[in-house]
T-cell receptor
Framework: NAGVTQTPKFRVLKTGQSMTLLCAQDMNHEYMYWYRQDPGMGLRLIHYSVGEGTTAKGEVPDGYNVSRLKKQNFLLGLESAAPSQTSVYFC?????????????FGPGTRLTVT | GENVEQHPSTLSVQEGDSAVIKCTYSDSASNYFPWYKQELGKRPQLIIDIRSNVGEKKDQRIAVTLNKTAKHFSLHITETQPEDSAVYFCAEGDNTILYSGGGADGLTFGKGTHLIIQP
């Protein structure tokens, strides 16, 4: 099993550009999450999904959209990138709700917006 | 989950000594408390977790204690080794919450502790 994978690993965007980050998991997990990690801020939840076709907002959802068309994939979109979105983005998945089963993280995507 | 305060932000200990990292939380409904370790440039990985019906849990050199009354929990690492150097994150969640769509699901993380093991 590959576990949780993310593409791309690195990306540089100009302000106003758009992009989509892809997260894939092969563990048949129901729940998937997108976090951002900034220095001194820990991990903050952007959006999450409790199953195919469902999404919900987390702590810092503004400026991002998500889709879960297939159970194994969770996409994070930036419609108009801003320098404040420069961060490392981690996807995670869990079999059930985070409190019931461990969250498994992907390797991260480092995004720089200039 | 709501706020999670984690202290200290940086901790330097001599190899072989013990390290203690503390977290406090505010949501009385929280009942799941995991600890993640993140090495430089790597993904966070779960190292130990505890649920609210247990006061202490050990796994070799690592232990976690929970005081629900005071709303704080701690990570204890004994006989520290160079490979323990990393950033450690505490987190809290409520595993009784079903899907609510209100943004309260998932884990709330502390800001992290950079543990440095001095040779």
């Amino acid at each position: 099993n590959a576990g949780v994978t993310q593409t791309p690993k690195f990306r540089v965007l100009k302000t106003g550009q758009s992009m989509t980050l892809l997260c894939a998991q092969d563990m048949n997990h129901e729940y998937m999450y997108w976090y951002r990690q900034d220095p001194g801020m820990g991990l903050r939840l952007i959006h999450y999904s409790v199953g195919e076709g469902t999404t919900a907002k987390g702590e810092v959802p503004d400026g991002y959209n998500v889709s879960r068309l297939k159970k194994q994939n969770f996409l994070l979109g930036l419609e108009s990138a801003a320098p404040s979105q420069t961060s490392v983005y981690f996807c995670a998945s869990s079999l059930r709700l985070a409190g019931v089963h461990e969250q498994y993280f992907g390797p991260g995507t480092r995004l720089t917006v200039t | 989950g709501e706020n999670v305060e984690q202290h200290p932000s940086t901790l330097s200990v001599q190899e072989g000594d013990s390290a203690v990292i503390k977290c406090t939380y505010s949501d009385s409904a929280s009942n799941y408390f995991p600890w993640y370790k993140q090495e430089l440039g790597k993904r966070p990985q779960l190292i130990i977790d505890i649920r609210s019906n247990v006061g202490e849990k050990k796994d070799q050199r690592i232990a976690v204690t929970l005081n629900k009354t005071a709303k704080h929990f701690s990570l204890h690492i004994t006989e520290t080794q160079p490979e323990d150097s990393a950033v450690y994150f505490c987190a809290e969640g409520d595993n009784t919450i079903l899907y609510s769509g209100g943004g309260a699901d998932g884990l709330t993380f502390g800001k992290g502790t950079h543990l440095i093991i001095q040779p």
